[in-house]
């Protein structure tokens, strides 16, 4: 899933940011901490990716990003972005990036919503048709049109969130970062936001580059996860490739015609009984999952059955626990 330097829209090479610290060392003295928040990171990405970025809290994820907007500088390494500096081209690169935090916004306060994206029109000084094609679809994208006339401090935080995504795509940028795009929103809300991110890099080709700490956007919008913890990359890789290395184990779950004890299924566990459901966990390099329901059948009449995979939290915790 990397891309080559040829074709990345992201490429940067032993990435590193430093900052220094100054710490009390006695009554009247301090000392000077040096500390690395990034360290040496290699990362391509090529168009059109959607690639999960995460990790703990002050793994160096925002950090990273503010790089790769040129917010920050780093102490050491490259890093070209849409094919320039991002440093030394900070204007001309924010005409081609989106950017959302979370906790931020880049609407105006007391401004109806519908005033925010007009002045923002003018800031990347986008042509009026090209504005407006895009704010008709992405208004009907997020469903919208409820709320474009309040002013921003009286949305939700949902609809505030969905006017960011939209304030951040109508100069059509090529690359798109959120940090923690729905920290704090509502099922409802999360969900329309994942499937509008998912239509733009579909639809439109858009990269993105997702920091989140919420695993379930990850696992429903990602095709790549690269894993950073104390400033360096752990794992790089696709969710799949992920969960088969690190996901040791998978369950059946069955329903059954009727209440039993607890299957004993050769080479597997029965980790839980409730009424007619029994949950069977196997380690998927002892026995495949063909050979489980077979067996499961061959001892017991079954009415339904699914096969769960590992939770994306519990195999991020491993590589977290297992990384040196």
């Not at 009554?27 to 690639?51: I, Q, Y």
Request: glycine share 6%; charged share 25%; proline share 4%.
């Amino acid at each position: 899933m990397s891309a080559t330097s040829g074709d990345a829209v992201i490429q940067v090479e032993h990435m590193s940011k430093e900052f220094v610290l100054r710490k009390r060392a006695g009554r009247f003295r301090r000392e000077k901490v040096v500390v690395r928040a990034v360290d040496d990171v290699s990362l391509s990405v090529g168009a059109g990716e959607l690639l999960g970025y995460i990790g703990p809290n002050g793994a160096g994820k925002s950090t990273s990003i503010k790089m790769l907007t040129g917010i920050l500088v780093p102490s050491a390494g490259s890093i070209r972005v849409a094919g320039v500096d991002p440093q030394r081209r900070r204007v001309e690169l924010a005409r081609r990036i989106g950017v959302v935090f979370g906790q931020r916004t880049q609407l105006w306060w007391d401004l109806p919503l519908r005033d925010s994206f007009d002045l923002l029109r003018h800031v990347y000084r986008v042509p009026a048709e090209r504005h407006a094609a895009n704010f008709a679809s992405f208004v009907d994208l997020l469903d919208m049109g409820s709320f474009l006339d309040t002013p921003v401090r009286q949305l939700s935080l949902g609809q505030r969130m969905r006017g960011d995504l939209c304030a951040a795509l109508l100069h059509d940028p090529s690359i798109l970062y959120l940090d923690e795009p729905t920290i704090g929103l509502d099922v409802v809300s999360k969900s329309r936001v994942r499937e509008f991110l998912a239509e733009v890099n579909a639809e439109r080709g858009v990269t993105i580059v997702l920091t989140t700490h919420d695993l379930s956007d990850v696992e429903r919008l990602c095709s790549r996860l690269v894993v950073i913890d104390h400033g360096r990359v752990i794992h790089d890789g696709t969710v799949a490739e992920i969960k088969d290395r690190f996901g040791e184990f998978r369950t059946v779950v069955v329903d059954l015609e009727e209440a039993v004890p607890a299957l004993s299924i050769p080479n597997c566990e029965t980790v839980r009984v409730d009424g007619v459901r029994q949950w069977i966990r196997f380690r998927r390099t002892d026995v495949s999952a063909a050979s489980v329901v077979a067996s499961i059948a061959a001892v017991a009449k079954v009415r339904d059955l699914a096969i769960e995979e590992p939770d994306i939290e519990d195999v991020v915790t491993r590589i977290y626990t297992e990384s040196p």
